[in-house]
């Protein structure tokens, strides 16, 4: 199981939130773990993702450098640190895990990959 600890809600472009995913009934540090987003009338798209022990993280081109994801396998939780944000960012986010099946398992961005899901918060950016 995985809980949205913390609120999307409205921010002006430019403007910055931070979302946190708390871990449940599963072994969260061998679990790989993602943000995804989905824009009304559009398909999911992954954005960010980080490995389950190394922590090594992934970004989509069309966040990278302005969103930080981040995990405490001491807590067990995800977050995703949003700065500089876009109107284009608007979407509902989800947070996911995937089991890491294999030492050396390759990190995924495919959403058919994970196996537990947040339950979503919209997040909007505008003027």
């Known amino acids: 199981e995985v809980q949205l600890q913390a609120r999307g809600g409205l921010v002006q472009p430019g403007g910055s939130l931070r979302l946190s995913c708390a871990a449940s009934?599963?072994?969260?540090?061998?679990?790989?773990m993602s943000w995804f987003r989905q824009a009304p009338g559009k398909g999911p798209e992954w954005t960010s993702g980080?490995?389950?022990?190394?922590?090594?993280?992934y970004y989509a081109d069309s966040v990278k450098g302005r969103f930080t994801i981040s995990r405490d396998n001491t807590k067990n939780t995800l977050s995703l640190q949003m700065n500089n944000l876009k109107p284009e960012d608007t979407a509902t986010y989800y947070c996911?895990?995937?089991?890491?099946?294999?030492?050396?398992?390759?990190?995924?961005?495919?959403?058919?990959?994970?196996?537990?899901w947040g339950q979503g918060t919209q997040v909007t950016v505008s003027s």
């Open positions: 996911a895990a995937r089991p890491r099946r294999a030492v050396f398992q390759i990190f995924s961005q495919n959403k058919d990959d994970y196996t537990y």
């Open positions: 009934g599963f072994i969260f540090p061998s679990y790989d």
């Open positions: 980080i490995s389950s022990g190394s922590r090594q993280t």
